[in-house]
């Protein structure tokens, strides 16, 4: 069993920047590819970025890219998404997610795969 708790989320303007931490429990950390999602209100939830398990592989949705970076310290059992340049359209609750895969390669993009989930954190942009 893994737990993930997210924090980092806030209200604030766009153009602003925000580092979400999702902490993991277990020892076993280094064996979860990580990824990111995000669900807007009324919108279905979206994948937002993902990370192998060694962290050398990362992958990021279209809308993402080059604003936000996904990265992980398997020391420290957590993983991170700095979102810079941030815009109204960013504002959802983030989750992160964890993967037991057998590959440290192994990139997850899709939610159902993803075997744990956190509770999310909030991120408001005003414009």
């Known amino acids: 069993q893994v737990r993930l708790v997210e924090s980092g989320g806030g209200l604030v303007q766009a153009g602003a920047s925000l580092r979400l931490s999702c902490a993991t429990s277990?020892?076993?950390?280094?064996?979860?590819?990580m990824g990111w999602f995000r669900q807007a209100p009324g919108k279905e939830r979206e994948f937002v970025a993902a990370?192998?398990?060694?962290?050398?592989?990362?992958y990021y949705a279209d809308f993402v890219k080059g604003r936000f970076t996904i990265s992980r310290d398997n020391a420290k059992n957590t993983v991170y998404l700095q979102m810079n340049s941030l815009k109204p359209e960013d504002t959802a609750v983030y989750y992160c997610?964890?993967?037991?895969?057998?590959?440290?390669?192994?990139?997850?993009?899709?939610?159902?795969?993803?075997?744990?989930w956190g509770q999310g954190t909030q991120v408001t942009i005003s414009s």
């Open positions: 277990g020892r076993t950390f280094s064996s979860y590819a």
């Open positions: 997610a964890a993967d037991a895969t057998f590959s440290v390669y192994t990139i997850v993009v899709v939610s159902r795969e993803y075997d744990y």
């Open positions: 990370i192998s398990r060694s962290g050398g592989r990362t």
